[in-house]
């Protein structure tokens, strides 16, 4: 069973940075795309971000392009990501997600496995 750990969320001003970490355990996950995606009340969980373990290839929503940057250590079996210019539209819950392959996925729908969100507020 894989299980996923996030961390590092909290509150912020406009502007700030924060560095959300995804502790995965469980596998070997050389094999697989994993994802951040967040949820706002009242709004639809969305796609962040998504990397692929084996070749380090990297997808972005528009909105957080030039932002926000994913990465990994494979040795560590974690995953960051890594906000700057933060803006108070950021708000929500982030979720890691996983799934096994190498195809980027960016609905909820695509992925397995998740952990259980960390809360980002930025405050303007």
């Known amino acids: 069973q894989v299980q996923l750990v996030e961390s590092g969320g909290g509150l912020v001003q406009a502007g700030d940075s924060l560095r959300l970490s995804c502790a995965a355990s469980g596998r070997t996950f050389s094999s697989y795309v994993m994802g951040w995606f967040r949820q706002a009340p009242g709004k639809e969980r969305e796609f962040v971000a998504a990397i692929r373990l084996s070749t380090g290839s990297t997808y972005y929503e528009d909105s957080v392009k030039g932002r926000f940057t994913i990465s990994s250590d494979n040795a560590k079996n974690t995953v960051y990501l890594q906000m700057n210019t933060l803006k108070p539209e950021d708000t929500a819950v982030y979720y890691c997600?996983?799934?096994?392959?190498?195809?980027?996925?960016?609905?909820?729908?695509?992925?397995?496995?998740w952990g259980q969100g960390t809360q980002v507020t930025v405050s303007s």
């Open positions: 997600a996983a799934v096994r392959g190498f195809g980027f996925r960016t609905t909820p729908g695509g992925y397995d496995y």
